[in-house]
C-alpha cells in the first residue's frame, strides 16, 4: 500500500506589516521602539516568535484586513525575519539577529520624510520598473477532453496557440499611488534579450524623457514622487560633477575650475592629481539629473 501523503501547509508570503511588526520587536529587545535597558533579550528567532505571538496571534479568527498569521514553524519565521531586513551574525560571542546599520537609517530617515510630507498634504506616488516576456501565458486552463482526440490535438479542435519560446522581454515602468496606477503615466518597451539584468534595459537618458513627456505632466498639484536608487535615477547633472583623475583631462580640470571660481595663478605646472586636490575647495553639492527636472516643474500650488 502507498502511503497517504500528509496535507501540506499553505505557503505563506512575508506581508509588510509583519516585517514591520518584526522590526519593531527585534529593535525593542535592543532597548529601541520603546524598550528599556531591563527588557533587553537576545533576538533570537524562538524569542521573536514568541514576542510576535503573544501580541498578533495567533487567533481563532484572523483579522481580514491583515490575513491569515496562523502559527508557523520555526523555519518559516526565520524567513519572515530575513524578508524585514535582518541578518544573522556574531554580537559579543553569541550568534543574533542584526540588523545592517546603514538599512536601518535610510529606512527610519524616509519614513520621517513620507511622515513630512503626508503630513503636509502631499499626494504621493511610487515610480518603479520590471519586466515580463510577451509570450506569457498561464500553465493551467479549463479544457474538454474529446474521446479519440490526444493532448496535442486539444490544441487543433480549439485550442490556444501558444508559439514557443517566451519571446521579447518588455521593460514596464509605471508610477501608483495608494489609488491605484497614474494613467498615462506609464512606459512599456522591448528590451534586450541577450541581457540577464533588465535594469541594464533602462540608461538615464530614456528615463528622463520618461520623466518629463509621461510622468510630470499627469502629476497632480502638491505631489511627492518616490523611487529607488537605480543608476539611471541617479545620473549627475553635468554641472555639478565633480573632476577625477581618471576620464578628466589636465585641460577638462582647470576649465572647471576657472568656471567655478579658482584664479587662473593657483592653476600653473600642476598636475591632475594637483588640479583634483585643489577642485575640492570649489565643489558645489551633487545634484541629480531627475531631481533638477522635478524641481524645474514642481507642482506645488
Known amino acids: 500500500l502507498t502511503p497517504k501523503k500528509r496535507p501540506g501547509k499553505k505557503s505563506f508570503e512575508a506581508l509588510e506589516w509583519v516585517c514591520s511588526a518584526i522590526r519593531v520587536i527585534v529593535l525593542g529587545f535592543y532597548g529601541y521602539e520603546g524598550g528599556s535597558k531591563t527588557d533587553r533579550r537576545y533576538p533570537t528567532v524562538l524569542n521573536i516568535m514568541e514576542e510576535f505571538y ?5 487567533t481563532d479568527e484572523p483579522d481580514p484586513t491583515r490575513g491569515d498569521i496562523s502559527a508557523v514553524g520555526k523555519t518559516t519565521f526565520r524567513k519572515w525575519v530575513l524578508a524585514a531586513g535582518f541578518t544573522f551574525g556574531t554580537m559579543a560571542g553569541k550568534m543574533v539577529a542584526v540588523q545592517r546599520q546603514k538599512a536601518g537609517l535610510d529606512l527610519i530617515n524616509y519614513l520621517r520624510e513620507i511622515r513630512k510630507y503626508r503630513n503636509a498634504g502631499f499626494k504621493i506616488f511610487y515610480l518603479d520598473e520590471t519586466w515580463v516576456n510577451n509570450l ?9 477532453l474529446a474521446e479519440g482526440y490526444g493532448p496535442q490535438a486539444l490544441r487543433q479542435i480549439g485550442g490556444m496557440d501558444l508559439g514557443s519560446g517566451e519571446g521579447s522581454r518588455l521593460i514596464v515602468c509605471h508610477v501608483m499611488s495608494e489609488d491605484g496606477m ?28 520618461f520623466i518629463k513627456l509621461k510622468v510630470l505632466p499627469q502629476l497632480p498639484n502638491k505631489s511627492l514622487l518616490v523611487m529607488d536608487k537605480a543608476s539611471y535615477h541617479m545620473r549627475i547633472a553635468e554641472d555639478t560633477k565633480v573632476p577625477r583623475a581618471t ?4 585641460e577638462d580640470i582647470k576649465t572647471w575650475l576657472l568656471v567655478n571660481g579658482a584664479p587662473a595663478g593657483e592653476l600653473a605646472d600642476k598636475t591632475i592629481l594637483e588640479l583634483v586636490e585643489l577642485s575640492k575647495g570649489y565643489r558645489k553639492p551633487t545634484e541629480h539629473k531627475v531631481d533638477q527636472i522635478l524641481q524645474s516643474t514642481a507642482k506645488q500650488n
Open 54 to 58: 503573544s501580541i498578533y496571534g495567533p
Open 136 to 144: 506569457l501565458w498561464r500553465h493551467y486552463t479549463w479544457r474538454h
Open 182 to 209: 497614474l494613467e498615462g503615466a506609464d512606459d512599456v518597451f522591448i528590451g534586450n534579450k541577450n541581457s540577464t539584468d533588465y535594469h541594464s534595459e533602462m540608461n538615464g537618458i530614456h528615463f528622463e524623457e
Open 247 to 250: 576620464g578628466w583631462t589636465n
